[in-house]
């Protein structure tokens, strides 16, 4: 019998399997995911605030932190939720900061994270069941989760409101009492939701690294990990398949999807949406199989320990993903560590630790569950975060999230499909929120007008204001040398604050609210010098331009801020020259966590309190 060349098993292995996963949509996908999902969360509201039992929950969860100033602010912020009673007790949380100096990446973070847990459990953790969750990013595509981080942005359901934690916490509910010990990897801003049988679990128990896998198009599959599966004879369809991944692919182009044979190919099965939350997947489209968090076994963190340890200080970024994963599987090869066209930043030493990496964990097995029945949604940029809160029905129906969430307020715009969405505000009967726009920790007074497509954040109107459509208006607090200050940042919601140019002279391919950056500075009354921008002068952006004024009152900074924005619509001059100005990057160096936590505690005090008065007078 002539042996059969790899190419030609994965392109008979297809055609074996022909539609087979595409059979998902037969079944009502988002019916099977909503009540999936809502059995999650009620099984999760039923822990908040009560002590959890050995293995039913996680011994750890552990959140990553760029900096000190953030390591601190996620402190305060699992502090204030255990005090309330809103996470499951019994349980060690921990913040693990990233070490100064290098951005070190998801990858440095999680050696960080091995690090730290070997120093706090010696070789007690080797028992436990870790999830770590990468938040230490400082979200300059959806600012308003800069200051407070990615993992504790509000979701417009629950009471008191469900944050990225605990909405993380609940989908993965079912994981730690069908887990080895180990380490579970996830990211702060992605939420997987899936449907299995009833009597079915994911299993997190082989050796090596074992990933979900989730049916994506190719266009999703460029911006992703894609897997490259091994032969599989079984023909019946199954919404939960275990796998053996014969090479991982990071972010491929379509072609190399098709030369690697990582690309499924659909029978002739009715036309239908499902898969991707992001993409809808049609049934006649080819498709291929993406990543969203993936395990590792006590005994592969404890490799990966060792060469962190041995490396000593990490002097370049790495991904868990790209420089982890690619490494997996039998038909991993070395080429990968030279390809640096993902990399942000290449850094002398980045090709020899990647190759190290690889040949560290150079015949590990990579697991693969495979997950028919399944969406994946980002929620990382201020076009995902308005799309999935307000136009995205999918996501609502299957998560149950709500226009009004836990606010007082009772006019909501509908505009074909689209709403408004208002998140723990307390905002006038008079006032008026245009389709699309998000609202979230505010209150705003009867003669606030909202456009459409804005994100409001942390605000406190009382004032006539006219907030222009698709504006990005963000509040902090700060401390400032012993005092309490408000600091407003303003901007268009598809302004990019990680544009960045080299030199003054090039300012002006910068764009502010879709105006040349030079024109607004003209009429602001600004000078275009280098003490205009804060941190690294040869990296010029949004993010570290000094033009937000410092206030005494949240109010005024609002206006402020505001005015500014009205005056490069109108064209009008605005002079801020008399005003101490920061940047974002500043701002977030002088953030007073507490007194943010303390304004949104007034918020949820007093809507409590309204909620309670109108259920009094209900029953009356």
Not at 36 to 42: E, Y
Not at 349 to 370: A, M, P
Request: with cysteine; net charge negative.
């Amino acid at each position: 019998m002539r042996a059969v060349p790899a190419a030609e098993t994965w392109k008979a292995s297809a055609g074996v399997r022909e539609g087979v996963a595409m059979a998902a949509a037969l079944a009502p996908l988002g019916v099977t995911l909503r009540e999936a999902t809502q059995r999650k969360l009620r099984r999760f509201s039923e822990l908040r605030g009560k002590p959890v039992a050995a293995g039913e929950f996680w011994d750890i969860v552990a959140i990553t932190a760029a900096d000190e100033k953030q390591e601190l602010a996620y402190k305060q912020q699992l502090s204030e939720k255990l005090k309330k009673k809103e996470l499951p007790l019994g349980v060690q949380y921990h913040v693990f900061v990233d070490p100064a100096g290098v951005k070190i990446g998801n990858g440095g973070s999680t050696l960080c994270a091995l690090r730290c847990l070997e120093k706090l459990y010696g070789n007690k953790w080797n028992s436990f069941t870790v999830l770590l969750i990468h938040s230490g990013g400082y979200s300059q595509r959806l600012p308003n989760a800069s200051a407070l981080g990615k993992i504790f942005t509000a979701l417009p359901f629950g009471n008191p409101i469900y944050q990225m934690l605990e909405l993380k916490l609940a989908m993965y509910i079912d994981f730690p009492s069908h887990m080895n010990p180990g380490i579970l990897v996830t990211c702060a801003d992605d939420i997987e939701l899936y449907s299995i049988g009833e009597c079915e679990f994911i299993r997190f128990d082989k050796p090596g690294f074992t990933a979900l896998a989730h049916p994506s198009s190719l266009t999703v599959g460029t911006t992703h990990g894609v897997f490259v599966l091994e032969p599989f004879d079984e023909l019946e369809y199954r919404d939960l398949e275990y796998r053996s991944c014969h090479r991982f692919l990071h972010k491929p182009s379509i072609e190399k999807m098709h030369q690697f044979h990582a690309v499924c190919r659909p029978g002739n099965i009715s036309q239908q949406d499902f898969a991707r939350g992001d993409t809808p997947l049609k049934l006649d489209s080819e498709y291929v199989y993406t990543d969203s968090l993936f395990y590792m076994d006590h005994k592969s963190a404890k490799k990966l320990l060792a060469f962190y340890e041995k490396i000593g200080t990490l002097n370049c970024e790495i991904d868990a993903y790209g420089d982890f994963l690619q490494a997996l599987g039998p038909g991993a090869t070395v080429e990968y560590t030279r390809n640096t066209a993902n990399v942000t930043k290449e850094e002398a030493e980045l090709i020899d630790i990647r190759q190290r990496i690889f040949h560290l964990l150079k015949g590990t097995s990579l697991n693969v569950i495979v997950l028919n029945n399944s969406k994946f949604y980002h929620i990382g940029t201020t076009e995902e975060y308005l799309f999935h809160f307000t136009s995205d029905s999918n996501l609502k129906s299957e998560l149950g999230l709500q226009s009004i969430a836990f606010s007082i307020f009772s006019a909501i715009s509908e505009s074909s499909g689209n709403t408004s969405c208002i998140i723990q505000s307390i905002l006038d009967s008079r006032c008026s929120v245009a389709a699309g726009s998000v609202v979230e920790y505010s209150r705003l007074g009867p003669d606030v007008s909202v456009g459409e497509n804005c994100i409001i954040s942390g605000c406190h109107i009382i004032t006539a204001a006219v907030l222009p459509a698709y504006s990005f208006v963000c509040s902090l607090s700060l401390k400032m040398n012993g005092h309490l200050k408000y600091s407003t940042m303003a901007f268009g919601v598809q302004d990019n604050l990680k544009k960045n140019v080299k030199t003054l002279s090039d300012i002006k391919l910068l764009q502010f609210f879709g105006v040349c950056f030079l024109s607004c500075l003209d009429i602001w009354n600004l000078e275009v010098t280098e003490e205009m921008f804060s941190g690294n002068k040869t990296c010029l952006s949004l993010w570290n331009a000094r033009i937000f004024p410092v206030c005494s009152s949240l109010s005024d900074s609002v206006i402020l801020s505001l005015k500014m924005l009205n005056a490069i619509q109108n064209k009008s001059a605005f002079s801020l020259n008399n005003y101490k100005l920061l940047s974002i990057e500043e701002m977030l160096v002088y953030k007073d966590v507490e007194d943010m936590i303390t304004y949104r505690e007034q918020i949820f005090l007093e809507i409590t309190l309204n909620t309670k008065k109108q259920s009094d007078l209900e029953t009356s």
